[in-house]
């Protein structure tokens, strides 16, 4: 049985969504999966709605875009709002709890993550929130090896901000591991 797990990342440009993609991405192929992606921007680019799409397959890709998003994390109110219908019942939605309000009247799997919150107060660099999402996606559902995610990190993300970078991914991965706790 054919595995193919799509992947939509969601917010506003300038938050990092397309880099979340590029390391999720690499990290599928890292751990030997075929890959494919795709990102779009609004007409403004920065401060408009902002899309990174990620396909990870035990088999080649036949179509490289998101039809139905087993996963969406999402990191502004606009692209919950957006996407959340494309989620089947059976699928996960991460959200930042500061930006964004859920409607959890579905059935669709709902967790919040206080990935703005922890990066702003905890890092002070509000720009980690991607990579705090980031760690707690990979938490969450195991989709890529924690591994591969870091050496993606490490490889996509220059010296000067890699070590803030694989700190706010290891806060995220230690906020979703606390959800296991609650």
């Given at each position: 049985m054919r595995k193919v797990i799509q992947v939509r990342l969601a917010g506003f440009g300038g938050q990092g969504i397309v880099l979340m993609g590029l390391i999720l991405g690499e990290a599928g192929a890292l751990d030997g999966r075929h890959v494919c992606g795709s990102n779009s921007y609004g007409a403004q680019a920065r401060g408009s709605a902002c899309k990174s799409e990620v396909i990870l397959s035990d088999d080649p890709i036949d179509f490289p875009h998101?039809?139905?998003?087993?996963?969406?994390?999402?990191?502004?109110?606009g692209s919950y709002a957006a996407y959340?219908?494309?989620?089947?019942?059976?699928g996960?939605?991460?959200?930042?709890?500061?930006?964004?309000?859920?409607?959890?009247?579905?059935?669709?799997q709902h967790i919040g993550i206080a990935a703005s919150e922890y990066a702003l107060k905890q890092l002070g660099k509000g720009q980690a929130t991607n990579m705090v999402m980031l760690g707690a996606l990979v938490a969450a559902?195991?989709?890529?090896?924690?591994?591969?995610?870091?050496?993606?990190?490490s490889l996509h993300v220059g010296e000067t901000f890699r070590a803030i970078?694989?700190?706010?991914?290891?806060?995220?991965?230690?906020?979703?591991?606390?959800?296991?706790?609650?």
């Open positions: 998101v039809i139905k998003a087993d996963i969406l994390a999402v990191l502004s109110q959340r219908e494309d989620v089947p019942d059976s996960l939605i991460l959200f930042d709890e500061i930006r964004v309000k859920p409607d959890e009247s579905r059935r669709v559902t195991g989709i890529v090896s924690m591994d591969a995610a870091r050496k993606a990190i970078n694989l700190k706010a991914f290891a806060a995220g991965v230690d906020l979703a591991g606390d959800l296991d706790n609650a």
